[in-house]
């Protein structure tokens, strides 16, 4: 039986439970003792260190890439855990880590007061190679531009298209790649960064930091980085860091006016909602800021998924069916499916839905994951299909979240609402009782979701076509939906009538 490290900058734990990381849901140690030391500072990446090693016969390299990095996110205390090393296994995580599915007791805990002197003494005995800025070791250029391409290949490892989004962390850590970063954009056709956009760069970090100020944002580095290439804009800077002396209330007005600009398209009434919101919750600014946060997180993945293409083909000719439960939607989007010969999905079929959706977020609540749902189906389609959406997913109480799903699905020509008729009191009891006959032992709550999905106006807003289905056959709703939906090649798709 061997021994592993864990470090953490939390003290006292008594028992490692396996957290959601890069590679999966696991405890994380390394045989190295050294490294857990280096794991347990609070804060890094590869755009403010490297650790490396060439061969197992030489100590690690450790290389701060930004200026004051080290003093940053080495400047906490920790702890190294101890562990039995029976339930780890090497997944090959690129470092030399091993990995727990199971939570794990911790044999001792050794606590550090300092974790960068403990790094600073076993560099003294040859255990680390240390490098502070700006010395490099052989194999990471000067200037850094290596770190261009590692922005670029994580875009590719998750899947993400390059974007002038991609290299704004980068910019702002190193202005000195303006240059090479936009013969990289030029080359894509994606637009430049001119060296005033560093300012708004910056002034979007600051905004991070002051609404979790436990997440290290790397301003005095940044500060010291601009100071070095573009002494002119260093005062900018520094107003920039005003407002983190501001107020409470002056915080939140700043706050948010300041996304109001990064998000334009977001309607004025929403911003002041948010805003009228915030101003009025007598919680700590710092509980405050991490919601908002989270919220801004949210905004910036809902966008990047919104704003990807989707083939004229697909939007032109797909047919979209909406409606709130017992209208029909997938007999329907059967029946249409087998006349134009169109493949049918199904946002309401698990087994389905695999080809084009895995759960790899976690959701606060479930109409996040509605909204990823549909969305991730939408932007991944390659070929005209039918689609019956399931209740909810279209039916959204946040105005800004509906307000995204809007400007997604209205690239989409043909959005039919199925409803039974104008009068939402009797489209609810017809509905209502067809549900009950399908299942009788549904509760009420149930039944009121069903109100919910009539009286929400979402419905109405996203459709083109609205499909009134009271007293008439399936047969006859087909028909009717065929006679109104816009489709550039539907002779070519459909079959001979079946209806």
């Given amino acids: ?174 202005p000195n790649l303006l240059s090479k970063v936009n013969n990289i954009l030029r080359e894509l056709e994606l637009g430049v960064y001119s060296k005033d956009d560093l300012v708004d760069i910056f002034e979007e970090f600051v905004v991070r930091q002051m609404l979790d100020v436990s997440h290290e944002q790397y301003l005095t580095s940044s500060i010291i980085s601009i100071s070095n290439i573009y002494p002119e804009l260093l005062p900018l800077f520094q107003k920039k860091l005003l407002v983190l002396d501001k107020s409470h209330d002056e915080k939140i007005n700043y706050i948010i006016d300041f996304l109001s600009t990064k998000f334009p398209d977001i309607p004025r009434q929403y911003v002041e909602q ?32 919104v704003s990807q293409n989707i083939n004229s083909n697909v939007a032109q000719n797909s047919i979209l069916i909406i409606g709130p439960m017992g209208t029909g939607k997938s007999t329907i989007a059967r029946m249409l499916s087998t006349n134009l010969n169109m493949p049918q999905i199904s946002l309401d079929n698990r087994e389905q839905l695999k080809q084009f959706y895995s759960n790899q977020k976690s959701f606060d609540n479930f109409k996040d994951f509605e909204f990823y749902l549909t969305g991730s189906v939408l932007t991944s389609l390659s070929e005209p299909c039918i689609i019956d959406f399931g209740a909810g997913h279209s039916v959204y109480e946040n105005p800004i979240i509906f307000h995204e799903m809007s400007k997604l699905i209205s690239k989409f020509a043909n959005v039919v609402y199925m409803i039974p008729s104008e009068n939402k009191e009797e489209s609810m009891e017809i509905l209502n009782s067809r549900v009950l006959q399908r299942n009788k032992n549904l509760t009420s709550p149930t039944l009121n979701d069903n109100r919910h999905f009539i009286t929400m106006p979402c419905n109405e807003q996203l459709a083109t076509i609205i499909q009134y289905t009271k007293d008439k056959t399936p047969e006859q709703i087909s028909k009717e939906i065929l006679d109104k939906v816009t489709m550039n090649n539907i002779q070519e798709l459909s079959h001979s009538p079946k209806i």
């Avoid at 100590?59 to 205390?77: A, C, H, Q, Y």
């Fill in 1 to 174: 039986m061997g021994e592993v490290y864990h470090g953490s900058s939390q003290s006292g734990i008594s028992r490692l439970e396996p957290k959601k990381s890069t590679h999966g849901t696991f405890v994380y140690a390394t045989p190295y003792k050294e490294l857990a030391v280096i794991f347990s500072g609070r804060c890094g990446d590869d755009l403010t260190y490297a650790l490396y090693r060439e061969s197992k016969n030489e100590p690690w390299k450790l290389v701060e890439r930004i200026p004051n990095g080290f003093d940053t996110m080495f400047s906490n205390s920790s702890s190294i855990y101890t562990l039995d090393d029976l339930t780890f296994k090497d997944i090959q995580t690129g470092f030399a880590e091993v990995v727990s599915e199971i939570g794990v007791v911790p044999k001792k805990e050794e606590n550090i007061e300092n974790v960068y002197n403990v790094i600073k003494t076993l560099a003294s005995q040859k255990k680390i190679e240390l490098y502070t800025f700006p010395n490099r070791p052989n194999k990471i250029p000067n200037d850094d531009s290596d770190l261009i391409q590692k922005e670029i290949n994580q875009c590719h490892r998750e899947n993400r298209q390059v974007s002038k989004n991609t290299f704004k962390r980068l910019l702002y850590l190193h």
């Fill in 274 to 305: 948010v805003k009228k919101h915030y101003l009025n919750d007598n919680r700590p600014f710092n509980e405050i800021g991490k919601e908002i946060r989270s919220q801004i997180n949210k905004l910036d993945a809902i966008e990047t998924l």
